[in-house]
């Protein structure tokens, strides 16, 4: 099985001693494709002002 995948992101970063009000957005997409049952490979990227983030995962489905 194989598969393709869309999304939106929209957050804050939170940590002690932050005191910015600003909300960041993302936009992106990938594939993902299923091997065996049991296994799943994700490839996606995602663009926002900040700059661009490209991920790779390996997952066992149980």
Do not use: P, Q
């Amino acid at each position: 099985l194989y598969g393709v995948f869309g999304g939106v992101d929209y957050g804050r970063v939170w940590y002690a001693d932050e005191d910015s009000k600003k909300w960041h957005t993302s936009v992106g997409g990938g594939l993902w494709i299923t091997l065996f049952k049991n296994y799943t490979g994700k490839f996606s990227y995602f663009s926002s002002k900040d700059g661009g983030r490209f991920e790779f995962s390996l997952g066992l489905d149980f």
